[in-house]
C-alpha cells in the first residue's frame, strides 16, 4: 500500500523560498499522478498544484501560477514542491496526495493516499 511522507517547510520571510518534499513508499508511485493541497486557518482544503505520472504535465492554481513548480523524481518515488516569492496568504499545512489516475486534477475527491502535511509559514 502506497504511503506518503513529507518533508521540508519552516518559517520563511515574504520574498522568500522553500522547498516541499514528498517521499513515497510502494510500488505504484511511478504510475500516479501527484498533487499538492494546503489548508489555511479557518478555510477549505485548496489546490495547489498536480503532475501527471510520467512529468509531461502540470497544472497550477492562479494563486501560485509562475512562483511554484512542482517536479518528481520517479527514480526515487518523490515528488518536489518549490515555492518562490512567498506571500503571507501562502502561510498553510501543505500535503502532497497521489492520484487514483495517471494525472492530477484540481479536486480533492481524485486523491486516495495523502501525506501527513507540513507547516509553511511565511512572515512579514
Known amino acids: 500500500q502506497l504511503q506518503l511522507v513529507q518533508s521540508g517547510g519552516g518559517l520563511v520571510q515574504t520574498g522568500g523560498s522553500l522547498r516541499l518534499s514528498c517521499t513515497a513508499s510502494g510500488r505504484t508511485f511511478s504510475s500516479r499522478g501527484m498533487g499538492w493541497f494546503r489548508e489555511a486557518p479557518g478555510k477549505d482544503r485548496e489546490f495547489v498544484g498536480s503532475?501527471?505520472?510520467?512529468?509531461?504535465?502540470?497544472l497550477y492554481a492562479d494563486s501560485v501560477k509562475g512562483r511554484f513548480t512542482i517536479s518528481r523524481d520517479n527514480g526515487k518515488n518523490s515528488v518536489y514542491l518549490v515555492m518562490d516569492s512567498l506571500k503571507t496568504e501562502d502561510t498553510a499545512i501543505y500535503y502532497c496526495?497521489?492520484?487514483?489516475?495517471?494525472?492530477?486534477?484540481?479536486?480533492?475527491?481524485?486523491?486516495?493516499?495523502w501525506g501527513q502535511g507540513t507547516q509553511v509559514t511565511v512572515s512579514s
Open positions: 496526495a497521489a492520484a487514483r489516475a495517471s494525472y492530477g486534477i484540481g479536486r480533492s475527491e481524485a486523491y486516495d493516499v
Open positions: 503532475i501527471n505520472s510520467i512529468s509531461d504535465g502540470t
